[in-house]
């Protein structure tokens, strides 16, 4: 378990630089491709709670460190926001785990498509902090896109995501159903 | 829930209280290590984005050769390499002299660096730099381009410096307008981004008479950005109900950019 915890949480750190790399979907009006929240959510539905929160901890943690600018010393997004951000649909997805130990490809699928749908809440979320901080609800197409688009290419990639992920943990002998077996 | 995991969630709320509570220097602090942890694998991701770039290029044009002489196509394919390696270089050479030329002219103290990422990715507009403070970088230098203003030094380690945009909504810039006694504050909004910059300047008289095509640079107030550094062009003026706004065409393309001088100070 812990080794593939390690190659989930280096997947999430190289994910975090490949997406620095991937140029905006212009015809989504500027919304991102994000590899990240899978990959958390995937990890949330895997392993135990403690696990989970290291995963939440460390991932929140690396977004705001290479994302979030300090002005002279001045952010209106504190660092670690991002960590409580992520932390609520990172639980709502383990609530599943237990579908997700038991059931075979289809539920995984299924599982996969609601993580993706939960990708726009952590962005909406930080629009919604940044948009308190700076007193300013400013409001276009171009916002609703940028949340919103990032959740629709994560219902096409999501589920690739949790398949290279299935298979990752195959190959280094970690499987959700056998580790579970021997806790009960 | 069990013991593990009650230990757990205590650990897990300590450290994000820790980490929110930190002082800002403190956590700007560790926002620079973090950077300079990252630094080379950043700058190894731009070299193979690059080395990318110039491979596309070439396989474009060995499609086009192919279709020209399909006969002579051995023989093409190795000068046709000779002349693209020729080209990037000479394109390369044109930059850098167009780039020496601007350090040389501009009246301030530049320090040269590359772009080596974009986030694209956030409701923030920043990129990383390849210089920092062993190269004389300091919080809040501005950076700029022979084409105008890219945006300011935000954190600083060792070799890397992240870069807030000129497109961001945090970043307020105070500008004149040429030809007006005009000033206002330019900043992005949050739907900006570096491909479709927003940049809106505000706090105008309403009756300011404002064209577009008119020309938008740095009124040096504040400190931070010398003054006459050009920003962009006014693209539309309108007025609301208690301020004139003009929308702005950044001059820098910030989704292409890849010189950019930091300015140290005045010669």
């Given at each position: 378990m812990i080794r593939f915890f390690l190659v989930l949480i280096l997947s999430i750190f190289l994910s975090f630089i490949f997406q620095l790399y991937i140029p905006p979907m212009i015809f989504l009006k500027g919304a991102a491709i994000l590899f990240v929240p899978a990959l958390l959510f995937y990890g949330s539905l895997a392993f135990p709670f403690?696990?989970?929160?290291?995963?939440?901890?460390?991932?929140g943690l690396w977004n705001d460190l290479l994302t979030i600018p300090r002005s002279s010393g001045h952010s209106d997004y504190v660092i670690g926001t991002s960590i409580i951000i992520y932390l609520i649909p990172a639980l709502i997805i383990h609530g599943f785990r237990p579908l997700f130990i038991r059931k075979g490809w289809a539920v995984h699928l299924v599982l996969a498509e609601l993580a993706a749908i939960l990708t726009p809440f952590c962005l909406l979320a930080q629009?919604?902090?940044?948009?308190?901080?700076?007193?300013?609800?400013?409001?276009?197409?171009?916002i609703v896109w940028r949340i919103l688009g990032p959740g629709l290419i994560a219902m096409v990639t999501t589920p690739f995501v949790f398949l290279f992920l299935s298979s990752l943990?195959?190959?280094?002998?970690?499987r959700p159903r056998a580790e579970v077996m021997k806790l009960t | 829930?069990?013991?593990?995991?009650?230990?757990?969630?205590?650990?897990?709320?300590?450290?994000?209280?820790?980490?929110?509570?930190?002082?800002?220097?403190?956590?700007?602090?560790?926002?620079?290590?973090?950077?300079?942890?990252?630094?080379?694998?950043?700058?190894?991701?731009?070299?193979?984005?690059?080395?990318?770039?110039?491979?596309?290029?070439?396989?474009?044009?060995?499609?086009?050769?192919?279709?020209?002489?399909?006969?002579?196509?051995?023989e093409n394919e190795q000068l046709r390499t000779t002349n693209n390696l020729l080209?990037?270089?000479?394109?390369?050479?044109?930059?850098?002299?167009?780039?020496?030329?601007?350090?040389?002219?501009?009246?301030?103290?530049?320090?040269?660096?590359?772009?080596?990422?974009?986030?694209?990715?956030?409701?923030?507009?920043?990129?990383?730099?390849?210089?920092?403070?062993?190269?004389?970088?300091?919080?809040?230098?501005?950076?700029?381009t022979e084409a105008g203003l890219v945006g300011k030094v935000?954190?600083?380690?060792?070799?890397?410096?992240?870069?807030?945009?000129?497109?961001?909504?945090?970043l307020r810039v105070s500008v004149s307008i040429e030809g007006t006694n005009e000033q206002g504050i330019i900043?992005?909004?949050?739907?900006?981004?570096?491909?479709?910059?927003d940049l809106r300047i505000r706090f105008l008289t309403k009756t300011a008479e404002i064209k577009p095509g008119m020309q938008v640079t740095t009124s040096g107030t504040g400190g931070v950005f010398p003054s006459g550094v050009i920003v962009g062009t006014v693209k539309q003026f309108t007025v609301k109900e208690l301020e004139g706004v003009a929308f702005v065409q950044p001059a820098v393309?910030?989704?292409?950019v890849q010189d950019v001088f930091v300015i140290s100070g005045i010669k």
């Open positions: 403690p696990l989970v929160l290291v995963l939440v901890f460390v991932t629009y919604a902090i940044l948009s308190f901080e700076r007193s300013d609800f400013f409001f276009s197409d171009v943990s195959h190959l280094v002998g970690f | 829930m069990r013991g593990p995991s009650i230990a757990t969630l205590v650990v897990f709320v300590v450290l994000v209280l820790v980490l929110i509570l930190l002082p800002g220097g403190c956590k700007q602090q560790i926002q620079a290590n973090f950077l300079q942890f990252v630094s080379p694998i950043l700058k190894t991701g731009s070299s193979v984005q690059q080395g990318l770039g110039g491979m596309s290029g070439g396989l474009k044009k060995l499609d086009e050769l192919e279709k020209e002489n399909r006969q002579l196509r051995q080209k990037t270089l000479e394109t390369e050479v044109n930059r850098l002299n167009k780039a020496l030329g601007f350090r040389e002219r501009s009246p301030f103290r530049l320090i040269p660096a590359r772009v080596i990422a974009r986030d694209n990715a956030s409701w923030w507009n920043t990129c990383s730099i390849d210089r920092g403070s062993e190269d004389g970088l300091a919080v809040d230098m501005a950076v700029v935000a954190t600083v380690a060792k070799n890397i410096s992240s870069v807030v945009l000129v497109s961001d909504e945090s900043s992005g909004t949050r739907a900006s981004s570096n491909f479709a910059p393309d910030l989704n292409k």
